[in-house]
């Protein structure tokens, strides 16, 4: 009551104050009718064209908290055990997964096979015998260990992904990879030099040794910069989906030690226990920084969103980007440490990053990329992020925190998501406020404060 916001907000609140008897099974402690009505027992969706589960929007957190979770998951056995086989037991068994399409996983499917008989018919041209002798192979892992995917990779692991590489030749001033295509390949570059352009700006230049393209592979999505020779070039290439399987085999030999962790965050306290271990299994990877590497680039719209393991990330507003890709100047807002994440905005919200979020020191993030994790949630990725960060705020909350997750959620269930513009009243009749974005301020209490993201406050 009386708090005014001051920039553009969204928060969440009850729906109405109206006393109504709980329904059977369920204690609600005078909640309101129409949140009763809400977490009283539903009749079963209509079916998908495709066979699978549709969840109503207000109803998805009870769905996914009781129902089974329909969709096929594919998965190796022998690659799930990998982490207890031999060292020659495990060499076979990523040489068997470098025969196995990513395709068998569906995890393509956001591609139409037309856009990548495209990109795979313009890169034949450039394709040219090599040799891979020693100083080929030193060259390409060398690039390997400085990409942000593969720096926790063992040497069976990138040995793997060197098998599956072929080398392509390009001249002077010809494109490597168009901003906007469907990502096809990982490249190394062996030899010459390369600029990064973005909408036709050069933002970074690439040497002998530096790696690029896994982003678009790994995210599912387009190109997110174009790759120019400035000179003769030599580049290794690999395979998307060879490249993908080995991360993903790396990542479920990490499964518990990842699991562990996320529950500790509670990012997925809204999804149930079989969903967590499908994005634990299939959506989940971990990316490795250095001091001032670019996670997100403040304009650019985020693919994935990032769970910070070791390490600080500030959020920077401003900057320029120099030739070499460092963000120089700016004004940081704020850090994030182990157990925040960031990323989302995008995809909740639908716009381009307000800020750029930039290592500190050496960092560990558990990456998971919006297309994976929309097939989780069964497409209900929107609803799905909008329930995980009042789950998240809650969870910070003195009281709030204290409770079971099936508590917090019937809280969750019980609230409104609303947006206001600046400079906006609140309501008087608010029983709880968890600030998702924006800031306001206010009197509570008799005292003046201030809410912000991650903040939440019961003023009556």
């Not at 204690?27 to 009718?33: E, K």
Request: hydrophobic share 40%.
């Amino acid at each position: 009551p009386g708090m005014l916001t001051e920039a553009p907000l969204r928060r969440t609140r009850p729906a109405s104050r109206v006393p109504s008897p709980a329904p059977s099974g369920l204690i609600t402690s005078g909640a309101p009718r129409a949140v009763a009505e809400r977490l009283a027992p539903q009749p079963p969706s209509e079916p998908r064209a495709d066979g699978r589960k549709s969840f109503p929007r207000r109803q998805y957190a009870e769905s996914t908290m009781e129902e089974p979770f329909a969709a096929k998951v594919v998965t190796d056995a022998k690659s799930t055990r990998s982490g207890r086989l031999s060292m020659s037991s495990r060499r076979r068994s990523l040489r068997g997964l470098m025969k196995t399409r990513t395709s068998d996983l569906s995890v393509n499917a956001s591609f139409d096979e037309r856009s990548l008989e495209i990109v795979r018919e313009r890169m034949k041209a450039h394709v040219q015998l090599k040799a891979k002798d020693a100083s080929a192979k030193l060259v390409f892992i060398a690039g390997l260990r400085q990409n942000s995917f593969c720096r926790d990779l063992d040497d069976m692991e990138l040995d793997a992904i060197f098998e599956a590489a072929q080398f392509y030749k390009f001249e002077d001033t010809e494109t490597i990879c168009i901003q906007g295509e469907v990502g096809d390949l990982f490249f190394v570059l062996e030899s010459g030099v390369c600029v990064v352009q973005v909408n036709g700006m050069h933002v970074n230049t690439l040497k002998g040794g530096d790696s690029f393209g896994g982003v678009a592979l790994l995210h599912r999505t387009q190109r997110t910069a174009g790759i120019v020779a400035q000179e003769r070039c030599g580049v290794w290439g690999v395979d998307g989906d060879a490249f993908r399987l080995v991360l993903q085999e790396h990542a479920r030999r990490r499964f518990e030690a990842n699991m562990k962790f996320i529950d500790a965050t509670g990012v997925f306290d809204c999804l149930t226990a079989k969903q967590k271990t499908r994005v634990c299994e299939l959506a989940l990877m971990t990316e490795t920084f250095e001091a001032g590497s670019r996670i997100i680039t403040q304009g650019e719209l985020a693919t994935a969103m990032y769970i910070v393991k070791i390490g600080e990330v500030s959020m920077v507003s401003g900057g320029t980007i120099n030739g070499e890709g460092v963000l120089m100047g700016g004004a940081r807002q704020c850090r994030l440490e182990s157990g925040d994440w960031f990323g989302y905005r995008s995809m909740l919200y639908q716009e381009p990053s307000s800020v750029s979020f930039v290592t500190d020191a050496h960092c560990v993030l558990l990456t998971i990329p919006f297309q994976h994790l929309k097939d989780v949630v069964d497409d209900n990725l929107v609803n799905f992020l909008e329930h995980s960060v009042v789950h998240h705020t809650l969870r910070q909350s003195p009281f709030a925190g204290k409770l079971t997750v099936s508590a917090r959620t019937r809280i969750v269930m019980a609230m409104e998501f609303t947006n206001f513009s600046p400079n906006t009243l609140i309501p008087d009749d608010v029983g709880m406020i968890a600030v998702i974005d924006g800031e306001l301020s206010g009197m509570l209490l008799e005292k003046p404060v201030t809410l912000r993201r991650g903040d939440s406050c019961a003023p009556i």
